[in-house]
C-alpha cells in the first residue's frame, strides 16, 4: 500500500516571509492537496542565535493571507507534535548518540579558540579555509583522536561538547531529486557537520531528517540553497533510519531579480514588493514591504508565485488554488532559476481584479476607504462602483483614485484639460444643461445623455467638445467610466453641484 502524501514547510522563524518561502508554502501545497496527503509546518527554531520574535506569528498570518492553512502545525496541532524543534529538544540527542556508537559520528570537544587555531594554521592558497573533515580531524580534540578513557572522562565531567558527523572519504552519494534528476555528491567536499551542539540542541541537520522521520514525511521541497547539505542528509537517513525511508527530495530553483538572486535590496532598489506582506524587523524597525499592502490580491499573488518556476505548457495564465491542484506537476518545475518581473505580477492582479466579483474584492476596498475616511453606506452602491471601476484597476489601491469621487466630489479639478477650449458658449450650455437636469423627468442614464445631446444639438456644439469638461466637473480628472454613467450613480442634486461649483472656477 502506498503511504499516505505528508509534505512540511519548514522555516526558520528569523524574519518575514519572501517570494522563494511562499513559493516553497505553494508547491507543498499543491502536492499534498493534488494527492489528498497533508501539509504540514514546522518550525524549525533550534539555532536560537537566529530567533526573531513576531516571526512565527507573521509566517501564519502570511499563510492565512494566502489561503494556504496547514494540516498540522504548531497552532493547528496534529499527532505528530509538537511542531517546534525546540519543544523537541530531548528526543534528538538519542540519536545523535546511536551514530556515536555505531561509529558514524563523534563526540567533539574543540573551544571555539581551538577551532580558530585549525582554520589560521593550515590555511594555504589552496585551501584558504581548512574545514573539520577526515584530513583534519584526528589533529583535533574528539573522541577519534584522544584516548577512550579520556572521552569518558570528559563526558563524564560534564565538559562542553558536540557531536559531529564522520563524513567519510571518498565516498560517492547519490540520490534522485524529482526536479535535477540523478544528483552525485563525493564525501570529501562536506566537512563533518556539528549534529548536536554543546546545549543539547539540535543543528538544523540532524533535526530535519528526525523530524522528517518522526513526522512520516513522504516528499520534501525546500531551496535550491539547500541541495549542497543534502549529502549530509541522505547519509543520516542512511545510518538512522534506512535510506529507502527517505523522503523523496525536490530542490526548488532560486528565484532571480533583475542581478542574481532576488534580494530584499533588488526590491529597495526598484520599488517593488519582495514579501508576502510587510514585515518590521523588531532590531532594526526597518519596514519591508509585502505584496499584500501594496494591493494584491492573494489569487493573484498564489498564481503569479505558482509560474515562478512552473507551468503546465497549455498557455493557460489564469489558475485558480483549486486549477492549480489539479494542474500542477512536481515534474514539470523548472531546474533553471525562476525570473521575477514586477510587470508581470502587476499583470496577474489586474486581471484577477477584473476576474472576481466586486463583491469578493469588497471588504479590502472598505477597509481602504476607512483609513482615507470615506464612510460607505450603502452595500450596493459600493458593489456597483467598484463593478464600474474594477477594470481601470492594477492594484487594490487604485480603487481610491477610481472610484472615491463616486463618494465626495473632487478635491481638485483638471482645469488644464479643459481651460484652453473653454468658452463663453460652453458655459451657457451647462448653465441650460442644470436647468434641465433640474426638471428631467427621469434620473436615468439614457434621459440625463438625451438633454445632453439635444442641447448640444439645439447649441450647435458638438457634444464630443462637452463631454470632457463634464467629465473633469464630476471626476476631476480625464479617467473614469462613462461620463452619464457617473451622473446616474452620483445622482441629480450632486451632479447639478459639481457643475455649478466647476463652473465657477472654470469662469474664473
Ligand atoms: N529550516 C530550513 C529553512 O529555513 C528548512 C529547509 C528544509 O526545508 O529542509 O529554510
New binding site residues.
Given amino acids: 500500500m502506498n503511504k499516505k502524501v505528508r509534505v512540511r514547510f519548514?522555516?526558520?522563524p528569523t524574519g518575514g516571509l519572501h517570494l522563494g518561502g511562499v513559493r516553497t508554502v505553494l508547491y507543498n501545497y499543491l502536492f499534498a492537496k493534488q494527492n489528498g496527503g497533508d501539509f504540514i509546518v514546522r518550525i524549525?527554531d533550534t539555532d536560537q542565535t537566529r530567533f526573531v520574535p513576531g516571526a512565527e506569528e507573521y509566517i501564519f498570518n502570511c499563510l492565512a493571507w494566502c489561503g494556504l492553512q496547514p494540516d498540522e502545525s504548531p497552532l493547528h496541532g496534529g499527532e505528530y507534535g509538537p511542531y517546534r524543534q525546540s519543544e523537541r529538544k530531548p528526543l534528538y540527542r538519542k540519536y545523535a548518540e546511536q551514530l556515536v556508537n555505531e561509529g558514524f559520528a563523534y563526540y567533539a570537544f574543540d573551544t571555539p579558540a581551538e577551532l580558530e587555531e585549525m582554520r589560521n594554521s593550515l590555511k594555504t592558497a589552496e585551501n584558504p579555509s581548512p574545514q573539520y573533515d577526515a584530513t583534519t580531524r584526528m589533529g583535533m580534540k574528539n573522541s577519534l583522536s584522544m584516548p577512550a578513557e579520556e572521552v569518558t572522562a570528559k563526558l563524564a565531567n560534564g565538559d562542553n561538547h558536540v557531536v559531529r558527523i564522520k563524513m567519510p572519504s571518498n565516498e560517492k552519494i547519490s540520490f534522485t531529486d524529482l526536479i535535477h534528476g540523478e544528483v552525485e555528491f563525493d564525501s570529501s567536499v562536506v566537512d563533518d557537520k556539528v549534529l548536536l551542539k554543546a546545549d543539547g540542541m539540535p543543528t538544523?541537520h540532524l533535526a530535519?531528517v528526525v523530524d522528517d522521520y518522526l513526522m512520516k514525511i513522504t516528499h520534501?521541497f525546500?531551496?535550491e540553497e539547500?541541495l549542497s547539505s543534502a549529502p549530509v542528509h541522505v547519509l543520516l537517513w542512511k545510518y538512522l533510519f534506512g535510506i529507502e525511508q527517505m523522503p523523496q527530495w525536490a530542490h526548488l530553483p532560486l528565484i532571480l531579480g533583475p542581478s542574481g538572486k532576488l534580494s530584499k535590496r533588488d526590491g529597495a532598489k526598484y520599488g517593488f514588493p519582495v514579501f508576502a506582506m510587510n514585515w518590521t524587523d523588531p532590531k532594526t524597525n526597518e519596514l519591508v514591504e509585502g505584496f499584500k499592502e501594496r494591493g494584491f490580491l492573494p489569487e493573484a499573488f498564489i498564481n503569479m508565485l505558482a509560474f515562478l518556476g512552473w507551468n503546465d505548457g497549455s498557455g493557460q495564465e489564469l489558475f485558480s488554488i483549486e486549477e492549480l491542484v489539479s494542474k500542477f506537476s512536481i515534474g514539470r518545475v523548472h531546474k533553471a532559476g525562476a525570473k521575477f518581473d514586477f510587470e508581470k505580477a502587476k499583470w496577474y492582479n489586474h486581471e484577477w481584479i477584473k476576474k472576481l466579483p466586486a463583491s469578493h474584492i469588497a471588504e479590502n476596498i472598505k477597509e481602504l476607504f476607512a483609513a482615507k475616511n470615506i464612510a460607505v453606506t450603502s452595500d450596493e452602491y459600493f458593489i456597483k462602483v467598484l463593478d464600474l471601476v474594477k477594470d481601470r484597476c492594477t492594484l487594490l489601491t487604485d480603487f481610491y483614485e477610481q472610484s472615491v469621487y463616486f463618494f465626495q466630489s473632487p478635491q481638485q479639478l483638471d482645469t488644464a484639460a479643459v481651460l484652453p477650449k473653454w468658452n463663453a458658449e460652453k458655459s451657457a450650455f451647462f448653465e441650460s444643461y442644470c436647468e434641465l437636469l433640474h426638471n428631467i423627468s427621469s434620473w436615468e442614464l439614457s434621459f440625463i445623455e438625451n438633454e445632453f445631446k439635444q442641447l448640444a444639438a439645439a447649441k450647435n456644439i458638438k457634444p464630443g467638445e462637452l463631454q470632457l469638461p463634464m467629465r473633469i466637473m464630476l471626476v476631476g480628472g480625464k479617467f473614469g467610466p462613462a461620463v452619464f454613467e457617473i451622473a446616474s450613480m452620483i445622482g441629480k442634486e450632486e451632479t447639478i453641484s459639481r457643475i455649478k461649483k466647476a463652473l465657477t472656477i472654470f469662469n474664473q
Wanted: net charge neutral; charged share 20%; aromatic share 20%.
Fill in positions: 519548514a522555516p526558520s524549525e538544523y530535519v520534501a525546500r531551496g539547500w
